[in-house]
């Protein structure tokens, strides 16, 4: 598996977590990265990207203002800081990756991690 999402867990509605998404075996510097998440019954979604350059982020509208996508390049991680989290952000988060341009759709990435499940309840 290329990439390695961590992170999730419980949490209460208005708490914080921050999802990691780890590459082996190739680098992230190069890459446009998006997380993606899915709960169960709906369609998987987009949540963030962000371009190879860092020039460039897209939010899903539900998530601006409470989520921010970021990279550590001499980490070779990228990751997803969540705050004000709420029950409808309850899902199995993915992390991909792909050498072309940040695009919200989940049909343009190459590289997938397994989900790390976030769950939002009191």
């Known amino acids: 598996v290329p990439l390695q999402a961590s992170g999730g867990g419980l949490v209460q509605p208005g708490g914080s977590l921050r999802l990691s998404c780890a590459a082996s075996?190739?680098?992230?510097?190069?890459?446009?990265v998006g997380w993606f998440r899915q709960a169960p019954g709906k369609e998987r979604e987009v949540v963030s990207c962000?371009?190879?350059?860092?020039?460039?982020?897209y939010y899903t509208e539900s998530v601006k203002g409470r989520f921010t996508i970021s990279r550590d390049n001499a980490r070779n991680t990228v990751y997803l800081q969540m705050n004000s989290l709420k029950s409808e952000d309850t899902a199995a988060y993915y992390c991909a990756a792909q050498k072309g341009l940040a695009t919200p759709s989940w049909l343009d990435y190459d590289y997938w991690g397994q989900g790390t499940l976030v769950t939002v309840s009191s």
């Open positions: 962000i371009s190879s350059s860092d020039t460039s982020t």
């Open positions: 075996g190739f680098t992230l510097d190069d890459s446009a």
